[in-house]
Each structure stands twice: as structure tokens, then as C-alpha cells.
């Protein structure tokens, strides 16, 4: 039983700062429509399908050998995909982007450092951090009257204060969903003698006019931006992040990753899904379009909603954001409760999924 387990898991010799954490659990559930952890509803399109199998038999014959350590094609072709000039060797990628920042924290953070992140934020960033034993400091977001907006006084002031080896910033930040000015970007990085991570998970569905922290790069060299395939490039299970930076990063993140540590076929099938990114880029349009009628249609419905960038939208204004919660998944519908109370995120799937969710929205107000 559950209860046994617990006595056992108490019993072990588990490190005590591991003690009653509780894993990542967004909850994977069989429901028709499923908007809770940001994924790109559309499937696969055939033409990529077919690439992705071609590419995997190519590779399938080899298998017997050991991946090439360096990535080196993969490298290549994500710096051509990023462009603003970047080169291979000031690219690097893991398993998900979640793999990426936790080399970034084996190699910057670690036991006596310190990592600062603004809440609410990614909740993987304090995870990932206190699993390799950096303490985390909880930084603050804004002041009450806004507290999604992050100032640049206020991120400058508590860089300062805390002095941290590694700072994490998201943009567009989940889980509000707004996009960071990059004036906080530049003053974030004079503040700190640490690493700036730049989360940039949602980069491809910002609003025009936003521009990437990759365009900082030159002549920064401890600053990083992050980047995956899980969300616009619709690879979710294929497991594919990655981030850019000076050169001598990479070289940093070298002596903590495993050897091998991306396999052959994850290899191929990123670079096959890179190799079709017009094809698969191709839903962003469409996921914006339903991203901002959320944004518009849960505002009438009286729940104020956070602009949003990214392919995901908080609201607010819910009494009881649990019960709405289970009233919606007894509709059929998965969104997620982050924890902020009164509060829901809900990713922005197809045209017929938004549409469910919206009138499903509209009956449980009247539960
Ligand atoms: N960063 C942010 C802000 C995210 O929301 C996510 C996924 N939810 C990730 C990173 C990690 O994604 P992955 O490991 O699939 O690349």
C-alpha cells in the first residue's frame, strides 16, 4: 500500500534534503482533450512521420555503435534554425530542455551555490535546482497590484541581494504567459556575477515584436537562452532541448553531461523534424489565433485573463480555481491548476478543442 511505501521511503537512507519533497506531477490522464502541460495539440503530419521513419532506419543499422558524443549535426542544424548568426559550437542540447538546465546546474550551481528564479515561474527551475543540492531562492515577481509583471528595479534589487550563481528568468514566462522586456534581460545580466538563464520554451508564439534574448548574446558570455522542441516543433515525446551560448559554455556543460547522453535516434529524429520546421512551425498561426481568442472570450466570461505569448493562458477571477478545476474534467477537460489561487492555465489547443473548453468553461460558472 501507499502508506507502506511512505514507512519504507522514510526508512531509506534518502538525503535529507530530500525528505517529503514531492516529484513534478502535472497529472497524465486519459481525457479527450488534454490542455494541461503545454504540448502542440496537432499530431505529426504524414510527410514528417515518414521522415522521421526513414531517418530511424538510416540509423537502425548502426545501432550497435555508440551515438556521436558531440551531436555534431544536430548542433549544426539547430544554429541554422536559430540563425542571429549563431555557429554549432555554441550549441548545446539534452533530453528536453529540463535535461539542458539541469547541466547548466551541475555545472554553475551545486551544493554551497545558490539559484534565483521569480515566482511564480516554471516550477521544474527549484526542482531541477535543489535536486543537485543548489539552494533556491524564491525571488518575488512584482508588487501586489501586478503580480505577474516583472520590474526591472526589483529583479536588479534581489540579484543584488542574493547574489546568485545561477538567476533564471522565462520568456514568455510560464505560467503567466507574458513576455519579458529585454531592458530586464540587460540589466539582470550586469547585476550578476552568476549565470543568466533566459527560459525561452515559448519563443516561437510570441506576439510580433518580441524580441529573443539570443540577440544579446554577442559579447555576453554567461548568458544562456533555452530553447525546446517540445512546444511549437510538436516533439514533445521525441525529447529534444537545447540553448545557445558563448562557446566556453558549452565546453562548461561538457564535464557534466553523460557520455552518449543523446541517443542515435533521438538525434535523427530531431534533425529530421528540423530538416521539415515549415511543416511543423506550420500550427503556430493557428495555435496563436485560438491562444488570443481565449484570451478574449474568458475576459467576457468576467475571468481576467494575463497576456500571453506563449501557446497557454492564465485566468483569474475563478472563486474556487479546484472545483472549477474538477468541474471542467468532469467536462472532458484537462487544464491545469498552478497553484495560484483563483487561478487556471490552459494551453491552446486545436480549433474544436478551444471550443470545448470555452463552452465547458461557461457551464461549470453556472455549477
Ligand atoms: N521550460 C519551460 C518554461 C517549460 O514550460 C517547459 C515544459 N513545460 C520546459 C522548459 C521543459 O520542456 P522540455 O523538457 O520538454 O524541453
Redesign the pocket.
Known amino acids: 500500500t501507499v502508506s507502506e511505501r511512505d514507512d519504507v521511503l522514510s526508512r531509506l537512507p534518502i538525503r535529507d534534503d530530500l525528505r517529503g519533497k514531492v516529484p513534478y506531477g502535472a497529472p497524465q490522464l486519459d481525457v479527450a482533450v488534454r490542455l494541461n502541460?503545454?504540448e502542440n495539440s496537432y499530431d505529426v503530419p504524414d510527410e514528417v512521420i515518414a521522415a522521421v521513419v526513414e531517418a530511424v532506419r538510416r540509423e537502425a543499422k548502426h545501432l550497435n555503435r555508440y551515438p556521436d558524443r558531440e551531436f555534431t549535426g544536430l548542433r549544426e542544424d539547430l544554429a541554422a534554425y536559430l540563425g542571429h548568426d549563431l555557429t554549432a559550437d555554441q550549441l548545446w542540447a539534452g533530453n528536453?530542455?529540463?535535461?539542458v538546465?539541469q547541466h547548466v546546474l551541475q555545472a554553475f550551481g551545486g551544493p554551497g551555490r545558490t539559484a534565483l528564479g521569480f515566482t511564480p515561474s516554471?516550477s521544474?527551475h527549484p526542482i531541477i535546482s535543489t535536486g543537485i543540492g543548489t539552494a533556491w531562492v524564491d525571488g518575488l515577481r512584482g508588487t501586489d497590484a501586478d503580480v505577474f509583471d516583472l520590474g526591472l528595479d526589483l529583479t536588479v534589487e534581489q540579484i543584488e541581494k542574493h547574489r546568485p550563481d545561477v538567476t533564471f528568468l522565462?520568456s514568455p514566462n510560464?505560467p503567466t504567459g507574458t513576455a519579458l522586456d529585454l531592458d530586464v534581460v540587460r540589466a539582470a545580466y550586469e547585476a550578476t556575477d552568476g549565470v543568466l538563464v533566459v527560459?525561452e520554451?515559448?519563443a516561437e508564439f510570441a506576439r510580433p515584436g518580441t524580441p529573443s534574448a539570443l540577440t544579446l548574446l554577442p559579447g555576453r558570455e554567461r548568458l544562456i537562452v533555452?530553447r525546446?522542441?517540445?512546444?511549437a516543433f510538436a516533439l514533445?515525446g521525441g525529447?529534444l532541448?537545447y540553448l545557445a551560448a558563448d562557446p566556453a559554455v558549452t565546453d562548461a556543460l561538457r564535464l557534466v553531461r553523460l557520455p552518449y547522453h543523446l541517443s542515435s535516434v533521438t538525434q535523427a529524429v530531431a534533425r529530421a523534424a528540423l530538416w521539415h520546421a515549415d511543416v511543423l512551425l506550420a500550427t503556430v498561426e493557428a495555435i496563436k489565433e485560438q491562444r488570443d481568442r481565449i484570451v478574449t472570450d474568458v475576459a467576457a466570461l468576467g475571468l481576467p485573463p494575463a497576456p500571453s505569448d506563449a501557446n497557454f493562458v492564465l485566468f483569474g477571477g475563478l472563486p474556487d480555481a479546484e472545483a472549477t478545476w474538477r468541474s471542467l474534467l468532469s467536462r472532458g477537460v484537462l487544464v491545469r491548476d498552478v497553484g495560484i489561487p483563483n487561478h487556471l492555465r490552459v494551453t491552446a489547443g486545436t480549433e474544436a478543442e478551444t471550443t470545448k473548453f470555452l463552452d465547458a468553461l461557461a457551464d461549470s460558472l453556472l455549477d
Open positions: 502541460t503545454n528536453g530542455s529540463n535535461e538546465l516554471y521544474m522565462c510560464n527560459d520554451a515559448y533555452t525546446t522542441m517540445s512546444k514533445a525529447r532541448g
